[in-house]
């Protein structure tokens, strides 16, 4: 290998206005990354870097293809034979050019064999480094390719440019403007940092620029460690959806709005969330990148599932809901409510409830509407056709999130029906009793877990209980004489075990002392596939049985007369 490339002649200067810039071993910057970028794909190489030559090294402000490698020795540097000319340096074959043949870079790694190096020269013909393309093979640049290398080159020196003449005004007033820059990026922060929204700014190259603590919260991480990351980190198997669908979109100045299922990087069950992509605009317009707003929406999502299952239930009750704002005007209604009253909903919505209550009622709703309690009343309403359809009513207040009375729900019960169930119930109660007493005949059941025995009122007269009485089966049992009482309990417990019913005539003696002859009847009540009760009737059929007696007698003596003789008067 040759000696190395000797200095350009203004090197002091070189070295000067490159320091002056404060741009060595600083952090990549999308601008510069975009440029080399471009280079490789231009020269279709696999390498390509923005590297600026200082004293003794050359250091690498972009690298693509080249990666944990920042920096190399100048006296190994392509760059620095590059940067003795304003014209692109083309190697074509360094291992059969002199001055490379021997370098380690061409005979070790990264094994360089093409290169090709525009300089970057600010005014003044100060060559900073150059923008050059590397590739392991042997090649060359056609015209087209050499003056858009030089053109990326020129771009780069115009940024650099613009940094010197940027940072000497920035010179000529640091301490005003710092301060103010340092207040508007702080507030702006601040405002940023407390706002329940993700929010991000991310390169063309799906690169992140800017993160706020909601974004940082959601990844658990800091927006510092976020700062260079890949969207794909953040959106992870969404990632194919926002890369391919709506980048380009965005990129080209189209808003984007849409919601996807996210999983938290540290836990937890996905997230709905609703994202809003926006153009991120240069100064002149062109687009750099795009914003992204990502608001979690899970409980709003949770909230209208809730709501239209609530909604469902409402409209599937057969109860009549309905509900009415404070100023009297009907809300909703269901199904049940356009059944009961006649009033299809698009009739009645809007419409005062008066049209549905009866004064006093309505008085009743407004009052406990204004108070936030609940009440139950049986009242009247009005059918569409004009008739009164009776009701049980209960009202509750409607309530927005600071509890404040928004309006009235209702909930309607057509008890009509179930008045003249009861009414029939009443008159069959009293036409059962009125039988009772008149035939004399009681009921009884025993419920077989409990143990307990309940009696009609009628027959608590019949034996002579008071109506508050509680017998048990063994106090029951004790009024029947022997052998009549094992008899009875023998046919109850073949009864409990559903063998059979029993129809017995007995003798027994009231709790006052009376002695009665009594039929009783039982049978099994069987649940659910077993015997729960063993229920019947007692009947006294004292004067039956006295009666029969005194028959039997009689015949009895007829039959023992003599034959022609006239019985006694």
């Not at 991000?200 to 800017?210: E, F, G, H, T």
């Not at 808003?255 to 709905?272: V, Y």
């Not at 009594?518 to 059929?541: F, K, M, N, S, Y």
Request: with cysteine; proline share 7%.
């Amino acid at each position: 290998m040759l000696p190395p490339a000797p200095p350009p002649a203004n090197e002091a200067e070189r070295l000067e206005r490159l320091r002056a810039l404060a741009v060595l071993d600083t952090a990549p910057e999308p601008l510069f990354d975009t440029l080399s970028r471009l280079a490789a794909a231009i020269c279709g190489t696999p390498i390509a870097l923005l590297s600026l030559v200082d004293a003794s090294r050359q250091w690498f402000k972009a690298n693509v293809g080249l990666p944990g490698v920042s920096e190399t020795p100048r006296e190994l540097a392509f760059c620095a034979h590059a940067i003795l000319d304003g014209e692109v340096l083309e190697v074509g074959d360094a291992c059969a050019d002199p001055r490379f043949a021997g370098n380690p870079l061409v005979t070790g790694e990264p094994g360089i064999r093409f290169y090709a190096g525009a300089p970057i020269e600010l005014p003044g013909g100060v060559r900073l480094g150059t923008l050059c393309v590397i590739d392991r093979q042997p090649r060359r640049l056609d015209p087209a390719q050499r003056e858009q290398l030089r053109e990326l080159a020129a771009a780069a020196a115009q940024a650099l440019e613009l940094r010197e003449q940027a940072l000497a005004a920035a010179l000529a007033a640091r301490s005003r403007h710092e301060a103010e820059l340092t207040g508007h990026v702080q507030s702006l922060n601040s405002v940023l940092d407390q706002l329940p929204a993700a929010v991000s700014v991310w390169s063309r190259d799906m690169r992140n620029v800017y993160a706020n603590a909601e974004l940082a919260r959601w990844m658990g991480t800091t927006p510092q460690a976020l700062a260079g990351c890949s969207l794909d980190v953040v959106v992870g198997a969404q990632r194919h959806a926002v890369r391919e669908l709506r980048r380009d979109a965005v990129l080209r100045g189209e808003i984007q709005q849409f919601e996807i299922l996210l999983a938290p990087p540290q836990g937890g069950p996905p997230r709905s969330m609703r994202i809003t992509l926006l153009p991120w605009r240069a100064a002149d317009g062109t687009i750099d990148g795009f914003v992204a707003l990502g608001l979690d929406v899970t409980a709003e999502r949770e909230a209208a599932t809730l709501a239209r299952l609530m909604a469902a239930i409402v409209d599937g009750s057969n109860d009549a809901i309905f509900g009415q704002n404070m100023a009297g005007q009907v809300t909703s209604w269901n199904a049940a409510a356009e059944s009961m009253l006649g009033w299809r909903r698009e009739e009645i919505i809007g419409q005062p409830a008066w049209k549905l209550f009866s004064k006093g009622a309505l008085a009743l709703a407004a009052m406990d509407g204004e108070q936030g309690t609940l009440s139950s009343f049986e009242t009247q309403c009005r059918h569409k056709d004009g008739r009164e359809v009776v009701v049980a009513a209960s009202l509750s207040p409607i309530r927005d999130e600071r509890g404040r009375v928004l309006g009235i729900s209702a909930i309607l019960r057509d008890i009509g029906p179930l008045r003249d169930a009861l009414s029939a119930l009443r008159e069959s109660e009293a036409f059962l009793d009125r039988t009772g007493r008149l035939a004399r005949i009681g009921g009884w059941e025993i419920d077989l877990a409990a143990g307990r025995i309940r009696w009609s009122p009628q027959l608590r007269a019949i034996l002579g209980m008071p109506p508050d009485a509680e017998p048990t089966v063994a106090d029951a049992l004790a009024l029947y004489a022997e052998p009549g009482r094992a008899a009875l309990a023998a046919a109850i417990e073949a009864a409990s075990r559903g063998v059979r019913s029993f129809d017995l005539q007995l003798a027994l003696r009231t709790a006052c002392g009376r002695d009665l002859t009594v039929r009783v009847i039982g049978e099994p009540v069987p649940e659910d596939g077993r015997i729960v009760r063993v229920a019947g009737a007692l009947q006294d059929v004292t004067e039956c049985a006295k009666a029969a007696g005194a028959a039997l007698a009689a015949a009895a003596a007829q039959a023992a007369a003599p034959r022609g003789s006239a019985p006694e008067p």
